[in-house]
């Protein structure tokens, strides 16, 4: 990927250099932290959802840094902790496509980048399914899903996204993937959208969970 040409490859949590991206010092350093639970969901959209981490301490810090400071280069850290988990790796690679929690066009020019989309891409490549670039997108400004309350969320992100080729996911089996899970509105608005485009299955993957 370009962002490895332009940073050198380093552990994104103690910031030394690292040719995997985390290192062993810090994989135990964040062990406290780890969920690492598949949960079959019930009155959603999507199917299962993949808990990983508490969204607490050191990874709600370099979460922040990875989304509002420019450092894009997390982005291969925290694929490692996603994918690092044996029967989480296994679980995922079972499924077709993998599509990601779009941004409003004007917040990716202005940030730089989509955060969800630079993880998803990366972990493509490591499972070896189709990344759908594109496909999930966000017709509508919103506010700060951050900013408002859990009833207030669900109105603010109602019909926000589009799936614009549904011909691509329909009888799919579907990873989406978002950075934090909070209260869920935002990854169940998109998957009412990706099921209502005839997706089989939907597996939501987030860094953390709040």
């Known amino acids: 990927m370009i962002l490895d040409l332009i940073y050198p490859p380093v552990c994104g949590i103690c910031e030394k250099i690292n040719k ?6 810090c994989e135990l ?10 949960e079959k969901c019930r009155n959603k959209y999507f199917d ?4 990983l981490y508490k969204y607490e301490n050191i990874i709600r810090d370099k979460i922040i840094d990875y989304k509002f400071h420019e450092k894009a280069y997390l982005s291969a850290t925290f694929e490692k902790m996603i994918i690092k988990n044996e029967k989480i790796y296994s679980f995922l690679k079972k499924y077709d496509i993998i599509l990601y929690v779009p941004m409003f066009k004007k917040h990716k020019l202005l940030r730089g980048y989509n955060q969800a989309e630079l ?7 490591t499972l070896g399914i189709h990344l ?22 669900r ?3 109602k019909n926000v996204f589009k799936v614009s080729k ?7 089996r579907i990873v989406l993937f978002d950075d934090i899970y909070t209260t869920g509105s935002t990854v169940n608005e998109c998957s009412r ?3 209502e485009a005839g997706a089989k299955e939907i597996a939501v993957v987030t860094i953390a969970v709040d």
């Open 166 to 172: 549904p011909e691509k996911i329909k009888n799919k």
């Open 20 to 25: 995997k991206s985390l290192c062993k010092k």
């Open 48 to 51: 299962y959802q993949i808990k």
């Open 132 to 153: 759908e670039k594109n496909n999930l997108i966000k017709i509508k400004d919103t506010k700060k899903q951050s900013t408002l309350t859990k009833a207030q969320r």
């Open 193 to 195: 959208v990706i099921k």
């Open 29 to 38: 350093l964040i062990k406290e932290y780890e969920i690492n639970k598949i």
């Open 155 to 157: 109105i603010n992100i």
């Open 119 to 125: 993880i998803a891409k990366r972990m493509s490549k």
